[in-house]
C-alpha cells in the first residue's frame, strides 16, 4: 500500500466531529515519514480540524518549508491562511493569501477566503472588491451577464476607495 493511499484510507474513516481517532492514525505515519511535505500538510488539516490551530499553523509551515506542490500547495495556502485568521494574525494572514494568489491566480477559493482575511484586517473595500471579481468572474447566469460590466465597474471603483475616495471616478452601468 502506497503514502497516498494509507492517507485516503485514513481520510475515508474520518469523523469531522471527532478527529482524536484521525490524528491518532497520522502520527505513526509522520513518524516514519517527518520531513514529508503532504504527511506534514494532512497532519496540520487534521489538527486545523480538530480546533487546535496553533498546532495545525505550524505543520502548515513545515508543510510549506519541505516544498509542497500543486494542488496540495493551494490547499495549504487556503487552510494556513484562514488558521491565522482564525488565531488574530490578521495582516499574516492576508501577506499569506496575497503570495497564493500569486501562485493560483485562478484560484476562486483563494479569493474568497483572502477576501474574508481583508475584512478582518479591515480593508473592507478590497474584500468586496475581489468578492465582486469572484462574482463576476465564476458565475455564469443571463442574469449577471447582463450587469457583468457594471459589476466590474464597481469592483474597480470600491477597489480604488482602499485609496481614499475619488468623488470624480463613478462606476459605469447600474
Known amino acids: ?81 484562514s488558521t491565522l485568521r482564525n488565531l488574530g494574525e490578521f495582516a499574516r494572514s492576508a501577506e499569506l493569501f496575497e503570495r497564493a494568489r500569486a501562485r493560483f491566480p485562478d484560484s476562486p477559493s483563494l479569493v474568497v477566503f483572502e477576501a474574508i482575511s481583508l475584512h478582518a484586517c479591515g480593508r473592507r473595500d478590497e474584500a468586496v472588491a475581489a468578492l465582486l471579481d469572484v462574482v463576476a468572474a465564476g458565475i455564469q447566469s443571463p442574469d449577471l451577464e447582463r450587469y457583468k460590466p457594471a459589476i466590474l465597474g464597481n469592483a474597480s471603483y470600491i477597489r480604488s476607495l482602499a485609496d481614499g475616495p475619488n468623488p470624480a471616478h463613478r462606476p459605469g452601468g447600474r
Do not use: K, W
Open 1 to 81: 500500500m502506497t503514502l497516498d493511499d494509507q492517507l485516503e484510507g485514513i481520510f475515508e474513516a474520518r469523523d469531522r466531529n471527532n478527529m482524536q481517532p484521525t490524528i491518532d492514525a497520522l502520527l505513526p505515519i509522520l513518524e516514519r515519514h517527518p520531513a514529508n511535505p503532504r504527511v506534514l500538510y494532512e497532519v496540520g488539516g487534521a489538527y486545523d480540524t480538530a480546533g487546535e490551530e496553533n498546532t495545525a499553523a505550524s505543520f502548515y509551515e513545515r508543510a510549506l518549508d519541505a516544498g509542497l506542490s500543486g494542488d496540495l500547495l493551494r490547499r495549504c495556502y487556503l487552510q494556513y491562511g
